[in-house]
């Protein structure tokens, strides 16, 4: 059962307009959020975080929405550049014994088009 | 320059040889972890180590082991690989492996095990 889910598995937008990626999850121990980037061949980097006690965090064009009684979140890329395009992962981490547990969602690819 | 590098990047091998996926990061970091990813699934947690010889089981640890002898390194050990393990990994670390800490990850090994 995918604790982490990210229902839309693409993404089109036209360059300068928003992209909005969304992510629900079902586990209430999650006590952190983060989002990754990814491209080809390239192993996953981090974007922006949120705290499961904070409802949004902002980074430059990047925000994240976190509702929590909704459990879900949303990343806002404004506006959105063809550098952009890439796949973009979820992740939820929770405490596990003695240490943290990361759980991504199955990525969504985002295309910016010129 | 702050990196986590794995070794090999490609192998194509056949179902039962044993074989190991080097990982070695030069930040210090005590927390390490590798993940695998597959279509649709995203990334799942196979085993992680919060420090020298302390490791955890992640999400998905069957038929794979770690070991953790050095804070740089912490090598995949597949003893009898077989086709479902063909996948990409990813090997990633952090500094004490708290939730809100982002990960640095390698940029993958495909395996194909025939």
């Known amino acids: 059962d995918q604790q982490v889910k990210q229902n839309s598995p693409s993404l089109s937008v036209q360059e300068g307009r928003i992209s909005i990626l969304n992510c629900d999850y079902t586990?209430?121990?999650?006590?952190?959020f983060l989002w990754y980037k990814k491209y080809p061949a390239e192993g996953p980097t981090f974007l922006i975080s949120i705290s499961s006690i904070k409802d949004k965090n902002e980074d430059g064009r990047f925000t994240v929405f976190l509702n929590k009684s909704a459990k879900h979140l949303s990343l806002h890329i404004v506006p959105s550049q063809p550098g952009d395009s890439a796949v973009y992962f979820c992740a939820a981490s929770r405490p596990h014994n003695a240490g943290n547990m990361l759980t991504f969602g199955g990525g969504t690819r985002l295309m910016v088009k010129p | 320059e702050a990196q986590v590098t794995q070794n090999p990047r490609y192998l194509i091998t056949v179902t039962g040889k044993k074989l190991t996926v080097t990982c070695s990061q030069n930040m210090n970091h005590e927390y390490m972890s590798w993940y695998r990813q597959d279509p649709g699934l995203g990334l799942r947690q196979i085993y992680y180590?919060?420090?020298?010889?302390?490791?955890d089981k992640g999400d998905v640890p069957e038929g794979y082991k770690v070991s953790r002898k050095e804070k740089r390194n912490f090598p995949l050990i597949l003893e009898s690989p077989s086709p479902n393990q063909t996948s990409l990994y990813f090997c990633?670390?952090?500094?004490?492996?708290?939730?809100?800490?982002?990960?640095?990850f390698g940029d993958g090994t495909r395996l194909s095990i025939l």
């Open positions: 990633a670390s952090t500094l004490t492996g708290q939730g809100s800490q982002p990960q640095h």
């Open positions: 180590s919060m420090n020298v010889e302390v490791t």
């Open positions: 586990n209430s121990m999650f006590d952190y």
